[in-house]
């Protein structure tokens, strides 16, 4: 087999060639900036709250708003009591949301 020889370059031109122009240095004032963007940016991702919404036979059911039904039920009864903990049940079937409040009260709410 014959090898093909190609033409040598000089290295100064061959990386010249082959090199893309890139972003300029940011001055002190651009990185902070940059800086505290990314601090907010951080803080929203690690307070996340995701809205829930589920969808049923063309209804849809906002889940913020029964976990907010589901705590003025129990505040009805229990003026009180702090809320530690929350189980919701959603039964789209019968338009229902049953909860269990801090292990031992039961309610449901309609929607």
């Known amino acids: ?19 893309k122009p890139g972003r300029q240095p940011m001055t ?32 849809e059911i906002n889940m913020a708003a029964l976990v907010e039904a589901a705590k003025a039920d129990f505040h009805k009864e229990k003026k009180r009591t702090l809320v530690t903990s929350l189980k919701l049940y959603v039964k789209p079937e019968e338009h229902m949301a049953y909860y269990v409040i801090n292990g031992s009260y039961e309610g449901k709410v309609p929607y």
């Open 1 to 19: 087999m014959a090898r093909r020889q190609t033409a040598k370059v000089p290295k100064a031109e061959e990386n010249s060639i082959k090199r």
């Open 28 to 59: 002190d004032e651009e990185k902070e900036t940059a800086a505290k963007v990314r601090a907010e940016e951080k803080e929203r991702a690690e307070n996340l709250k995701p809205e829930i919404v589920v969808q049923y036979q063309g209804g």
